[in-house]
């Protein structure tokens, strides 16, 4: 099944999941509590709902990726150790919380992680690698977004960075050069539509 339709030449992106008859599932968490619902065959479930399988996949990665089991297992709920299930839920969350066009599960196969942070300093920049068009972004380059998004001016951004502003106006080149975009509004544009940046 494709995920667009068209109407009059507009091309609209469904939310994966959401036709009755759509198989792929598109995760996403309730930023309050951290827990994750998902959309499949048209209808929201539960995550304690996930088939064995789609399950064991999520269980498979977050068990092979070391520095998320890390992290996540330090997570405590009232100073007792969280259940595995949970953990895999929190890793699910901070992997796929991002409600979009784009299923996390295929056929039985787990998509790349989103760029959905929780927040700008998120636990998941611990374990995963947030893109822009293809390409990871450094640690400096998120935190220039994060600073753009909230319309600082470069003098303060620079100081942020903790740089001087002609280093710091190399650095906006080269982000522009890699975000293939001209300014700063190109590049928040790029970033929204990359869910980067909300």
Do not use: W
Request: proline residues 3%; contains cysteine.
């Amino acid at each position: 099944m494709d995920k667009l339709t068209t109407n009059n030449q507009q091309v609209q992106h469904l939310i994966a999941g959401l036709l009755q008859n759509d198989t792929r599932i598109e995760f996403f968490g309730r930023p309050e509590t951290m827990e994750v619902q998902f959309i499949q065959n048209g209808k929201t479930h539960e995550f304690k709902e996930l088939d064995k399988k789609d399950f064991t996949l999520l269980a498979n990665a977050f068990n092979s990726n070391k520095e998320a089991q890390k992290h996540i297992n330090a997570l405590q709920h009232n100073h007792q150790p969280l259940s595995f299930t949970r953990r895999v839920e929190l890793y699910t969350y901070f992997m796929y919380g991002g409600l979009d066009d784009t299923p996390d599960i295929i056929n039985g196969d787990l998509q790349e992680p989103e760029n959905y942070r929780h927040s700008t300093d998120c636990v998941s920049l611990n374990f995963k690698t947030i893109k822009l068009n293809g390409s990871p972004l450094k640690p400096r380059e998120l935190k220039m977004l994060d600073l753009f998004a909230e319309d600082y001016k470069d003098e303060v951004v620079a100081m942020e960075l903790g740089v001087a502003v002609s280093t710091f106006n190399q650095h906006k080149r080269s982000f522009f050069r890699k975000a293939n975009v001209f300014s700063k509004t190109g590049l928040l544009m790029c970033a929204m539509r990359a869910n980067v940046i909300n």
